[in-house]
C-alpha cells in the first residue's frame, strides 16, 4: 500500500511540479490550496505526511498546524514550507511540532530526500 | 572639577571689541588685576560683576556664561563617549568650543549628521522588516522562483514526461517567468517611489527642525495675512520629503490658528502689561495655555520687547513633537529628555499648570511653566490624545515675571538627557551615562 501525501499550497505550479514528482516515486498524492478544506481532508484521507505551506490565505500553515494536534485525528507527518527563513518562524514550527522546516526555493533533489527520509521509504 | 571658562570667554570679547584690559576694568569699576585674573579663570565671575562686564562690553550676559555653547557641548560630549575606545580629551571640550568654536562646531556638525544617518538606516531598516508590501513580494518572488526551478529541474532531468505534461511544465516556467518579472519590477517602482519620498537622509523631524530655524520660528506672513500655508509650502525648497511637509504644515495651522485667536501686535501689547502671565493672556484671548505658550515662545522679535522663551512639546510617548531650544537650554536631538522635567510631571495631572525652577548640570537656572491636556475634542466616543508643553525662560527674566510667578521653591536639579547628564547618582536616571569621568564635573 502506497504512502499518502497532502500537499497544502496555494500556489498551482508549485503543488503540480511537487504532485509530479511524488507521483514519481510512488506516492498517493492529494492538494489542497485552503486551509478549512485541508483540515476536512486530513480527517478523511489520514495522510501519511503533510506538506504545509506556512502562508496561506486565511489560515496560515501554523493554524492548521495547530488544528491538526487539537483533533482528534492521529498525527501526520509535517513538513513545513516556507518563504521566510526568520529564526523565530523556525523556531515557532518546531514547538507546534513540524518533523521538518524547509524554505523557499529548494531544490527538487533537496524535498526529495527529506520525504523518503520522513516516511522511511 | 569642570573648568569654568567664562573668563575665557570674556577675554576673547573683550580682544574682539578692541579694548584694553585696563578700560574695561575702568568701565566695569573694577580693578585690571582682578579683571586679569578672571580672564585668566583665576577668579569666578558672576553676578553684578559680570553685568558691569558685559554692559561695558555691550555683549549679553548670556554670551559670557558657561551656558553659552551647553548644545554644542552635550553634543561633542556624546560624539566623545561614542568612541570612549579612542581616548578623546573629555577634560578639554570647554576649551575647544572657547578657543576654536568653529572646529568644535565643525565636529559637532558631522556627529549630528551621522546621528542623522543612523537614525535613518533604523527607520529603513524597520520599514525593511516590517512593511507588509515588501514582505508579500518576497513570498510572491520566491514562490515564482521556486515553481521555476524545480519545473526546469524536472524538464531538464527527466526524459520519459508526457508530451502534454510536458507542454504544460513549459507554459508554468513561461508564466512564473512573467511573474517574476513583473513581481521585480514592481519592487523596483515601489523602492524608486520611497527614494524619491525620502529625499534624504535626514529624518522628517530633523527637516522640520531646519525649517523652523531657518525661519527662527516665526512667520510674518501668516501673522499679517499676507500669505497662507500652501504658499510657505510651495515656496519652500528645505522640505524633501512628504513626511516633512506634512510635519510643516501641521505646525503652520496651528501658528495661522494662533495668529488668528491671537493677532500679534495686540498679543505683544497685553503680554508686556501683564508681565507675560499666561493665565491672564489665556483669559484675555480666550485660549488654552498651550497656545499661549506657543504663542509666547515666538514673540521676542526685533521690533517687540519680550523675554527669550524656549518649548517644547511632547505626545504621551515622550517623543518630542515640537522643539524650540534656548541657546543655554538644549533639547535632545535623539533619545528622550530627562524624566525629571515637569514636562513629564505634568501628564499625571492634565489641565493643571506647574511652575518650577530648574537647575542644569551647567549652573544655568530656567523658569519653567508646564501643562498637559486633551489636544482632541472632548466628547463621548473620542479617544483622548495627550500632549504637554513646557516654556521656559531663563532665570535672569525672574524679576520680570515674579509678579505673577507662584513660588517655585528650591531649584530642581535636572539634566538634559540622561545619556549626556553627569549627575551620577540620580535616582531616577533611564539609561547609563556615556559621559567619561562625570563624577568629576559636578
Known amino acids: 500500500m502506497s504512502k499518502c501525501v497532502l500537499i497544502v499550497e496555494d500556489e498551482p505550479n508549485i503543488v503540480e511540479s511537487l504532485s509530479f514528482l511524488l507521483g514519481r516515486e510512488g506516492l498517493e498524492v492529494h492538494a489542497e490550496n485552503d486551509g ?62 513540524v518533523d521538518l522546516f524547509m524554505t523557499k526555493p529548494f531544490s527538487n533533489s533537496e524535498i526529495i530526500t527529506e520525504i523518503r527520509r520522513l516516511l522511511g521509504i | 572639577m569642570r573648568k569654568s571658562l567664562a573668563g575665557t570667554r570674556v577675554r576673547e570679547a573683550r580682544r574682539k571689541s578692541g579694548m584694553t584690559q585696563k578700560a574695561l576694568a575702568e568701565a566695569a569699576s573694577i580693578s585690571a588685576s ?62 575647544l568650543i572657547s578657543r576654536y568654536p568653529g572646529w568644535a562646531g565643525l565636529l559637532a556638525g558631522l556627529y ?27 513570498h510572491s518572488m520566491l514562490s515564482n522562483i521556486t515553481a521555476i526551478r524545480s519545473t526546469s529541474n524536472i524538464l531538464k532531468n527527466i ?9 504544460r511544465f513549459h507554459n508554468i516556467i513561461h508564466e512564473e517567468s512573467r511573474r517574476l518579472s513583473d513581481a521585480a519590477q514592481a519592487l523596483v517602482t515601489y523602492f524608486n517611489h520611497a527614494s524619491d519620498q525620502s529625499g534624504g537622509s535626514a529624518t522628517p523631524e530633523e527637516e522640520l527642525d531646519r525649517f523652523l530655524r531657518q525661519h527662527e520660528y516665526i512667520f510674518p506672513e501668516l501673522d499679517n495675512g499676507e500669505a497662507d500655508i500652501s504658499d510657505i509650502l510651495t515656496q519652500e525648497s528645505m522640505l ?3 513626511e516633512s511637509r506634512e510635519l510643516a504644515k501641521g505646525f503652520l495651522i496651528l501658528y495661522a490658528k494662533d495668529a488668528a485667536q491671537m493677532p500679534l501686535a495686540a498679543f505683544a501689547k497685553t503680554a508686556k502689561e501683564c508681565a507675560f502671565n499666561p493665565d491672564i493672556l489665556a483669559q484675555q484671548f480666550d485660549a488654552d495655555l498651550a497656545s499661549i505658550f ?58 493643571r499648570p506647574i511652575t518650577a ?31 504637554a508643553s513646557m516654556l521656559f525662560i531663563a532665570s535672569e527674566v525672574l524679576p520680570v515675571v515674579k509678579s505673577w510667578l507662584p513660588a517655585t521653591g528650591t531649584a530642581q536639579k535636572i539634566g538634559i538627557s540622561c545619556r549626556i547628564c553627569p549627575r551620577a547618582n540620580c535616582p531616577v536616571r533611564a539609561e547609563p551615562q556615556i559621559l567619561a569621568s562625570v563624577s568629576e564635573i559636578l
Open chain 2, 240 to 242: 524633501n520629503n512628504t
Open chain 2, 34 to 95: 582682578y579683571l586679569n585674573l578672571i580672564e585668566h579663570n583665576r577668579r569666578a565671575v558672576a553676578g553684578k560683576v559680570l553685568l558691569g562686564i558685559a554692559r561695558a562690553l555691550s555683549v549679553p550676559v548670556t554670551a559670557l556664561t558657561d551656558g553659552a555653547e551647553s548644545a554644542l557641548l552635550g553634543d561633542l560630549h556624546e560624539a566623545a563617549a561614542h568612541r570612549s575606545d579612542a581616548n578623546i580629551e573629555t577634560e578639554s571640550v570647554d576649551e
Open chain 2, 294 to 351: 506657543r504663542r509666547l515662545s515666538g514673540l521676542k522679535r526685533p521690533d517687540i520687547d519680550a523675554p527669550e522663551m524656549g518649548l517644547i512639546v511632547v505626545n504621551a510617548a515622550g517623543r518630542a513633537v515640537l522643539r524650540r531650544p534656548l541657546r543655554n537650554f538644549a533639547l535632545p536631538r535623539h533619545g528622550n529628555a530627562c524624566p525629571r522635567w515637569p514636562l513629564f510631571q505634568a501628564f499625571t495631572q492634565p489641565d
Open chain 2, 159 to 167: 526524459d520519459d514526461i508526457e508530451p502534454e505534461q510536458q507542454s
Open chain 1, 36 to 97: 478549512a478544506a485541508a483540515m476536512e481532508q486530513i480527517e478523511t484521507i489520514k495522510p501519511d505526511l503533510v506538506i504545509l505551506d506556512a502562508m496561506l490565505p486565511n489560515r496560515s500553515g501554523f493554524d492548521i498546524l495547530r488544528d491538526i494536534q487539537a483533533s482528534q485525528t492521529a498525527m501526520p507527518m509535517v513538513l513545513m514550507l516556507t518563504a521566510k527563513g526568520q529564526p523565530r518562524d523556525r523556531q515557532m514550527a518546531e514547538e507546534i511540532g
Open chain 2, 112 to 138: 549630528r549628521q551621522s546621528k542623522d544617518q543612523e537614525t535613518a538606516i533604523a527607520a529603513l531598516s524597520d520599514r525593511l522588516t516590517h512593511d507588509p508590501f515588501l514582505a508579500e513580494s518576497l
Open chain 2, 357 to 387: 525652577l530648574l537647575d542644569l548640570p551647567g549652573g544655568q537656572q530656567f523658569i519653567c511653566l508646564a501643562v498637559a491636556g486633551d489636544i482632541r475634542g472632548k466628547g463621548f466616543g473620542t479617544l483622548p490624545e495627550y500632549q
